[in-house]
């Protein structure tokens, strides 16, 4: 297990410096720069500007100087918003991120698995197809049509939630949020974990345990559950990526002052180092996130383990 | 009962005519009433949004200054009624299914062919080879993949070619790795290893018979592909990186919707259901095919 645990994190880190490498080269050699949009300035102001941001060292020799300073905590000053370094701007936002990320995250997971599971004991009920019906709407509308609506029924007319802003950051504000965010991945998982609930319902070790007469709650929780969970763990790691760029535009629709809103509106200013912050954070989030489900993965299923 | 079970699996008597498992595949689709309902529906809207110019006598850009922002009606000859700049939803909804469905369309064709020779030639070579192939698959699994194509559209333009490669390029990745694991059980097969007994060089075996075997899940997820394109192109829309003025999509004309919809619901609610309407169909297709293809889940 251990040894297994020290070549995922080895791996991490070839994986995130790819990420760094492609993304930092790939802002640099696009055509604009970050002062484009401001005032025309006269050849030596902008020549003292870029001198400041070392914009005018070659591309190799910043990049080696990012990374010096990403290897401190460095991210960084941000180039539009001047009274701010990366750092505070992700400081600020990344736990709004998060917070939100995480919860729907969990309601993803519990939500899914709960109602997959409960649909696939019901094969071919009411029920079922209710639930099936629920899920292929929840995948085939998109969360940016969910989330204004969403807004305007609850927020506006029944008036119960508050329709944008992160207020007192409380349970009301993050209500609306969460849920857009997380229903396409309740839809998806709740799919995933029926079907798979439905093929270890009818292997040979469930019928063993009914046989020698365990109770069906027994049988579900303690036996099939945990065998049908194992496609849903492997799915995390693509929900992370999805719940992340999800939040890029959930941010944006709730005017939530996350870290989501900062990429797009980064990378249209030009501002290269804060579009890089975003990126660095996300990456090594998800990269984080797909280790931690590669570790429950072992923990669920022993043949991972004893194949390393 | 025991002599038709002696007579399919001996040779094929004249009486039995064999049934081909693509035969047999196609009667099963055609069965599943989800799934040719879905097939109509996505030939119905390929069709509207091909033969859209026929169907109505107005240019996509043309502006009506008396009727801006209308309800739908028939007698003011706006079917879907008109956007907040005057133009015509009817006429801008199919004209944004050519976009949304190409752009499924060819994502899918990309990811189909990079995927396919990707997750046979790894599967096929095995050893060093398929590690180094697939342990590539895994680090651009783990990239942020839509930033990447974000930055993309931000920096070299918003061409419409370019967003069907960039999607294309993101939904490979499972492709390769389903086809992977089909090609490294067929290469186990006896009639691979017949093949290759007879001396059939790689290239040979992997075009003549892994390819066809596999055609069967990748038919599968590229129907299941096709949404998760068109969804992909809506969000770049949404975010106003997707196609531009005066062409438009599905993910364009909801954006614009959502932002008016307490005032004009119906620019929000005919593209939606429209892509809602794809979406669905595409599922039940591939869900469809997944049943009549899997002699199992019968």
Known sequence: ?308 | MTEAATVTRGRPAVAAAGRSPWRDAAMHLRRNRAAMAGLTTLCVLAVLSVAVPLLSPYAIDEIFWDAIGTGPSLAGGHPFGTDANGRDLFLRTLYAGRISLSVGLAASVVSVMVGVFWGTVSGYAGGTADSLMMRFVDILYALPFMFFVILLMVYFGRHVVLIFVAIGMVEWLDMARIVRGETLSLKRREFVEAARAMGAPPAWIVLRHVIPNVIGPVAVFATLTVPRAILFESFLSFLGLGIQEPMTSWGVLISEGATQMETQPWALVFPATFLAATLFSLNFLGDGLRDALDPKQR
């Open chain 1, 1 to 308: 297990m251990w040894t297994y645990l020290i070549r995922r994190l080895a791996s991490a880190v070839p994986t995130l410096f790819i990420i760094i490498a492609i993304a930092f080269f790939m802002i640099r050699l696009a055509p604009g720069g970050p002062f484009d949009r401001e005032r025309v300035v006269p050849p030596e102001i902008s020549a003292n500007l870029n001198r400041v941001y070392h914009l005018d060292e070659p591309l190799p020799r910043q990049f080696l100087r990012y990374l010096g300073g990403l290897a401190r905590g460095d991210f960084g000053p941000s180039f539009k918003y001047r009274d701010f370094t990366v750092t505070e701007l992700i400081a600020a936002g990344f736990p709004v991120s998060l917070k939100i990320g995480l919860l729907a995250m969990a309601a993803a997971v519990l939500l899914g698995v709960g109602l997959g599971a409960w649909a696939a004991q019901r094969r071919n009920s009411a029920a079922d197809h209710m639930v099936m019906g629920l899920a292929m709407t929840g995948i085939a509308v998109p969360n940016f049509v969910v989330a204004p609506l969403l807004s305007l029924v609850i927020g506006v007319y029944l008036n119960l939630l508050p329709v944008g802003g992160l207020g007192d950051g409380g349970v009301r504000h993050l209500l609306l949020p969460v849920i857009s965010l997380a229903l396409p991945q309740v839809a998806y998982i709740a799919r995933l974990s029926r079907g798979s609930m439905l093929e270890v319902l009818n292997a040979d070790f469930i019928r063993t345990g009914r046989a020698k007469g365990l109770t069906e709650r027994r049988v579900v929780f303690r036996h099939a559950l945990k065998n049908a969970l194992t496609p849903v763990v492997s799915y995390l790691g693509p929900a992370t990526a999805a719940i992340v760029t999800g939040s890029v535009v959930i941010e944006q629709i709730f005017g939530i002052p996350g870290l989501g809103r900062y990429f797009v509106q980064g990378a249209l200013n030009r501002d290269y180092t804060l579009v890089m912050g975003v990126v660095v954070t996300y990456g090594a989030l998800i990269i984080a996130l797909n280790l931690v489900v590669d570790l429950l993965y072992g923990v669920l299923d022993p043949r991972v383990r004893s194949r390393e």
